[in-house]
């Protein structure tokens, strides 16, 4: 009988990632942190949400949504380890 994680030899790779973004992510302010996993649909239960959708969930505008997005993601460029990887899971640029 073979097993799952012979026939995904990089599985346990890629659920290290993910809890590494997710410590990562935990060490954000909570806006900073949500607008990343409901923009980029980081976690099972977070809906992809757009701008507008977000600015309506914390009361500010949707060109306040950019900023927040920007900063956070200056802070995942401190883990080399995963910025890399972050952008070619969650988004078309490499």
Do not use: C
């Not at 799952?4 to 060490?27: C, S, Y």
């Not at 809906?47 to 802070?75: C, G, H, N, W």
């Amino acid at each position: 009988m073979v097993e799952t994680n012979d026939m995904q030899p990089n599985a346990g790779l890629e659920a290290d990632k993910h809890e590494r973004l997710n410590v990562i992510l935990d060490q954000l302010s909570p806006r900073d942190e949500y607008v990343l996993r409901f923009k980029y649909w980081i976690g099972d239960k977070n809906p992809i949400r757009t701008d507008e959708e977000l600015a309506t969930m914390f009361q500010i505008s949707a060109t306040s949504i950019v900023p927040i997005e920007e900063r956070s993601l200056k802070q995942l460029k401190h883990y080399p380890e995963i910025i890399g990887w972050f952008y070619n899971v969650y988004t078309n640029e490499a």
